[in-house]
């Protein structure tokens, strides 16, 4: 198994033309709502991101909050507190946090507001831009916040022809963006966790490679999630870690046992380790292991 996946090219040429576009289109933007992975509030983060909207009011919304530790989303929160960013758990699928996050719109545009009625813009609504790297679950946010009826307003002076913003309250329209990768990771830990959570596809880094590599981080951090979502003994693991073996061939023997309990034996009798790298990114990407934040304030 490969530790080392850096320096990963995963930049379509089309993203560059939607960088572009979003920059141009922050010129109409009151406030930026950035959609983060809660379970990896550093690398979902596109440092891109965070430099063309460094002048802009933000508020960042930890996604997927529900599939997190309840204890790191706090604490996540309160870190984006002390550098004076505004942070909401959120969990597009349920609906929690849509309401938090419309409050905290409001009330940090509040001055924005102000300005428009004294220049006599009455009515003149806070417009807000969404953005994210894919698979952080912006188009659920979206759905969820807009309630999937809300009026689309028309075009308007000085916008695109054909671009569409979203009515979500008589006070705020949205407007959507693609999912925007960066050029490069160069960094494997980023690279690797953006696999975990899917953002990088599966046939980038290979799935047994991504399997593997966060059974390890498992076995190292969550050991007992482990044990009872495999029914696994500890006695087993602790054989297994006796055996005069390679680290990486003890890691591989834990697949087997996972394969042997799941049933996913190939032909001949061996077990198919490829379907258990899968069952087990599958698993934590769908909270079947529990809630885990991959990135943790200590």
């Avoid at 009826?149 to 916008?159: L, Q, R």
């Avoid at 925007?180 to 966790?193: M, R, Y």
């Avoid at 834990?254 to 009798?269: N, Q």
Wanted: proline share 2%; net charge positive; with cysteine.
């Amino acid at each position: 198994m490969n530790e080392n996946k850096t320096n990963i090219n995963w930049y379509p040429g089309h993203m560059a033309k939607a960088k572009k576009q979003i920059i141009e289109d922050l010129k109409l933007i009151d406030i930026v709502i950035e959609i983060i992975d809660a379970r990896i509030p550093i690398s979902s983060r596109n440092p891109d991101i965070e430099e063309y909207t460094k002048n802009k009011k933000k508020l960042i919304v930890l996604n997927k909050c529900d599939l997190a530790d309840e204890i790191q989303n706090e604490k996540w929160v309160n870190y984006f507190k002390s550098i004076n960013i505004s942070a909401i758990q959120v969990n597009s699928n349920s609906g929690e946090g849509i309401n938090k996050v419309i409050k905290n719109i409001e009330e940090i545009c509040k001055e924005n507001k102000e300005s428009y009625n004294n220049k006599g813009r009455i009515g003149k609504s806070i417009r807000a831009m969404v953005l994210g790297i894919p698979n952080v679950g912006k188009s659920s946010f979206i759905n969820r916040l807009s309630k999937k009826n809300s009026a689309m307003v028309g075009n308007k002076p000085g916008v695109t022809k054909d671009k569409q913003w979203i009515k979500i309250n008589q006070n705020i329209e949205l407007l959507d963006t693609p999912g925007v990768l960066w050029t490069k990771i160069k960094d494997e830990k980023t690279a690797l966790n953006l696999a975990y959570t899917g953002t990088i596809k599966d046939d980038i880094i290979d799935i047994l490679d991504i399997g593997y590599n966060l059974l390890k981080f498992l076995m190292d951090n969550h050991l007992n999630k482990i044990l009872i979502r495999y029914n696994i003994n500890k006695e087993e693991i602790e054989r297994i870690f006796k055996l005069d073996i390679e680290e990486n061939e003890k890691i591989i023997e834990v697949m087997k046992l996972i394969g042997i309990k799941r049933g996913t034996l190939a032909i001949g009798g061996n077990v198919d380790i490829e379907k258990v790298a899968k069952i087990i990114v599958e698993d934590f990407r769908n909270g079947r292991i529990g809630k885990i934040t991959l990135e943790e304030i200590k």
